[in-house]
């Protein structure tokens, strides 16, 4: 097995053995819940977009809307 061949065997084992898993069970929200909100993200990057973090809050209002 060449240089190239084994390096490359590592690369892949290294990249397919980095797993994440979410999940999200156990957690709940009491019943007597009625309402919540979303603030509005603040926009810190110095060259980004000046509405970014407007159009941002707006769609993710729009996710929880429909």
């Known amino acids: 097995m060449n240089k190239r061949s084994l390096s490359l065997f590592f690369l892949f084992a ?3 053995s980095c ?3 979410y999940s999200f069970t156990g ?3 009491a019943p007597d819940v009625k309402t919540f909100s979303i ?3 603040q926009n ?3 060259l980004a977009n000046a509405n970014l973090s407007q159009t ?3 769609a993710l209002k729009d ?3 429909s």
């Open 63 to 65: 996710v929880f809307i």
């Open 44 to 46: 810190y990057a110095p």
């Open 27 to 29: 957690a709940s929200i």
């Open 19 to 21: 797993k994440i898993d």
């Open 56 to 58: 941002f809050t707006e």
């Open 14 to 16: 290294v990249i397919f």
């Open 39 to 41: 603030k509005t993200f």
